[in-house]
């Protein structure tokens, strides 16, 4: 067993365990929390697949922006947190068959591919590729992204802002 | 690792995360599973820019990253909205738009 299998094996685990607290703990600050483990985990595994940018972007956007925001909507819609942040799931059957079907639909498709070849050589610092690629073939999807942002930005300053 | 291992992992959670959305009562808990599910597709998209050389899936994800931030952002501003007006974020509540 290899280093990298352990670790993928490791990051794994605790990827599918965050992952499963999300959605079954009833305490949703709880759930929270769980994303945000989640989501490192998941930039664990960009680090495994050669991908540093992504671990940081991962980290900064998601784990740090996202996991703030929403903890800031449960703190301001359940005002206080306690008893009255728990909830309750529906469905739970039916929400497992559909969610086991789409996993076995996917899970069909990867035993009939082909095995995989092993990894190619990845060109030298992905950090400059990225910055070069974003300045040439991909300048318009950035600036794109960027009227994005502005427009959510006053899309969330409209809905927040007070009445009259 | 083969490519394999990496879909499948990405499978499982995305099959979590939709476990979430249909189940959960509360909107903030609905896009906790979006949040889940999006990740899941990044594992996908970082897994085959990597084995296939490409970096146009890593830029992909970046872009993907950046756009669900803003997707965050924007449906949670209109969860409080929701709920400074119906005093509920309970999804099965909202029901104004039923015929």
Do not use: C, K
Request: proline share 3%.
């Amino acid at each position: 067993m290899t280093a990298e299998m352990l670790a993928f094996a490791g990051v794994a685990v605790v990827l599918l365990a965050s992952s499963l607290g999300v959605v079954l703990t009833p305490n949703l600050f709880h759930a929270i929390l769980y994303l945000a483990v989640a989501l490192v985990a998941t930039g664990v595994v960009f680090l495994l697949l050669d991908a540093p940018f992504l671990f940081g972007v991962q980290l900064l956007l998601y784990a740090g922006g996202v996991v703030t925001i929403v903890v800031f909507a449960i703190m301001l819609t359940e005002r206080l947190v306690g008893t009255s942040i728990r909830q309750t799931s529906r469905y739970l059957v039916n929400g497992a068959l559909v969610s086991l079907a789409v996993f076995v639909g996917v899970a069909g498709f990867l035993v009939q591919a082909p095995p995989s070849a092993p990894r190619p050589a990845w060109p030298g610092d992905l950090t400059v590729a990225v910055g070069q690629a974003l300045v040439g073939a991909f300048a318009v999807p950035l600036e794109l992204l960027g009227v994005l942002l502005v427009i959510a930005l006053l899309g969330a300053l409209y809905f927040a802002r007070s009445e009259g | 690792m083969p490519l394999g291992a990496y879909l499948t992992l990405a499978a499982l959670v995305f099959a979590i995360g939709l476990f979430g959305v249909l189940t959960r009562r509360n909107a903030v808990g609905i896009l906790l599973g979006i949040e889940l599910m999006l990740n899941a597709v990044n594992i996908n998209l970082v897994a085959f820019a990597r084995f296939h050389a490409d970096l146009a899936g890593i830029l992909f994800t970046l872009f993907t990253i950046s756009i669900t931030v803003a997707e965050v952002a924007v449906g949670l501003a209109i969860v409080i909205v929701i709920f400074r007006v119906r005093r509920t974020v309970e999804a099965d509540h909202l029901d104004l738009l039923r015929g």
